[in-house]
């Protein structure tokens, strides 16, 4: 999905005149020459289907995502380096990936805005085991409310408990009762407990469950399966000027400058795009796998 929506040039004029001028200043006295211009991000959204499972927040290797609770879904923070991990680890797809771009063009007089949803490939998730500690369980239902398969469920076990009465034989309402048949006379009562019951069948292995039971009730194990990679890092040493500015962003230490060549290992590195954003020569460039 694309949305787009345009702007007047002179629109983006006044409003840099306004930001520009102080009080005692005239506007009108002020011109502004806006060249042609090209930008391209990406921002990341996390929609109210999150399920709080918090598999996002284990998976993220720079710490960039708030953890869930039942009132709150999970938050991208501002120190998201865009790596697309969580994106591609969420295991409702709720975490979307969106290209901004916008385009100044003095020929059209317009600036354009674009938002373009990014599709990421998703990692394999299986549950391989599940198992709650009825012990612990206080059936609170909180497993329930997002498990995204409904393969959680409160139920009832119902239970008889048979309480005899003491007869009276001289109250004329047992008069004809024999006292040796006092079980005659007993009042079965019926209650009933609820439980947690999980259907193995169901479920995916997210571990919303686990996360929100306030009493660490359930234990999962599950498979993760590894990252896909769309991207890679080309480097050209021959551009570099051992400047070392790669070296000190990496949020994961993932490259190195030795002997005057930068040093990438591929085990670690997360394909964000730190360092090809500091890179002051363009010595590093991320590019999708996929465009060539």
């Given at each position: 999905?694309?949305?787009?929506?345009?702007?007047?040039?002179?629109?983006?004029?006044k409003e840099v005149v306004l930001k520009s001028v102080d009080l005692d200043e005239d506007a009108k006295d002020f011109h502004i020459n806006i060249e042609d211009y090209e930008t391209k991000n990406r921002m990341f959204t996390i929609s109210p289907r999150c399920v709080?499972?918090?598999?996002?927040?284990k998976e993220c290797p720079v710490n960039a995502i708030s953890s869930a609770t039942m009132v709150r879904r999970s938050k991208v923070n501002d120190n998201c380096v865009k790596c697309e991990i969580c994106a591609k680890t969420c295991p409702v797809s709720c975490i979307y990936v969106i290209e901004v771009k916008s385009k100044l063009d003095n020929s059209t007089n317009q600036v354009t805005y674009s938002l373009e949803e990014v599709k990421v490939p998703h990692r394999i998730l299986k549950m391989e085991e599940i198992a709650i500690d009825h012990k612990k369980c206080v059936a609170c239902g909180n497993c329930v409310k997002f498990c995204p398969t409904n393969a959680t469920s409160l139920r009832r076990v119902w239970a008889e408990t048979e309480t005899f009465k003491e007869v009276n034989t001289h109250n004329s309402l047992f008069k004809d009762v024999n006292p040796l048949r006092i079980d005659e006379v007993m009042k079965i009562e019926k209650t009933s407990e609820k439980y947690t019951h999980i259907n193995e069948d169901l479920c995916v292995g997210c571990g919303s469950c686990s996360n929100l039971c306030p009493q660490s009730a359930i234990t999962l194990k599950r498979y993760l399966?590894?990252?896909i990679q769309t991207k890679r890092l080309l480097i050209n040493q021959d551009t570099c000027v051992q400047c070392h500015l790669c070296?000190?962003?990496?949020?994961?230490?993932?490259?190195?400058?030795e002997n005057g060549k930068v040093v990438l290992d591929n085990d670690k590195c997360i394909k964000c795009d730190v360092c090809h954003s500091k890179c002051p020569v363009v010595a590093l460039t991320l590019e999708n796998i996929d465009e060539n």
């Open positions: 999905m694309e949305i787009k929506f345009k702007k007047q040039i002179e629109d983006i004029q709080r499972c918090d598999l996002c927040v399966g590894p990252i070296e000190e962003s990496c949020p994961v230490d993932a490259i190195k400058l």
